[in-house]
């Protein structure tokens, strides 16, 4: 099993900034690509950035250069830098990790989400 524990969410003003962080631990014994997806009310949940072991990201359109996202493979973590904070960001914000576990099986999961308010 792998747990996902997420934090950095929380309350800001138009064009301000946040920092995500999401770790993952447990049974792992690689992690593939990392995540970020988002869900605001009545809307479906959408991608808003992933990045490949190999550091390759990609974003969503509505996000895309004004965040960033990375990962720190030492610490089993990835981090999104979210900049020029717009009131359409809210939303709850959820981690998805694919991991190669320790008994050789590849599994998805997902962190248990934590949620952005842009708001003045």
């Known amino acids: 099993q792998v747990q996902l524990v997420e934090s950095g969410g929380g309350l800001v003003q138009p064009g301000g900034s946040l920092r995500l962080s999401c770790e993952a631990s447990?049974?792992?014994?690689?992690?593939?690509?990392m995540g970020w997806y988002r869900q605001a009310p009545a809307k479906q949940r959408e991608l808003v950035a992933s990045?490949?072991?190999?550091?390759?990201?990609n974003y969503g359109d509505s996000v895309e250069g004004r965040f960033t996202i990375s990962r720190d493979n030492a610490k089993n973590t990835v981090y999104l830098q979210m900049n020029s904070l717009r009131p359409e960001d809210t939303a709850v914000y959820y981690c998805?990790?694919?991991?190669?576990?320790?008994?050789?099986?590849?599994?998805?999961?997902w962190g248990q989400g934590t949620q952005v308010t842009v708001s003045s």
């Open positions: 447990g049974s792992i014994y690689r992690i593939y690509r």
């Open positions: 998805n990790v694919e991991t190669l576990e320790t008994t050789m099986r590849r599994n998805s999961y």
């Open positions: 990045i490949a072991a190999g550091d390759s990201a």
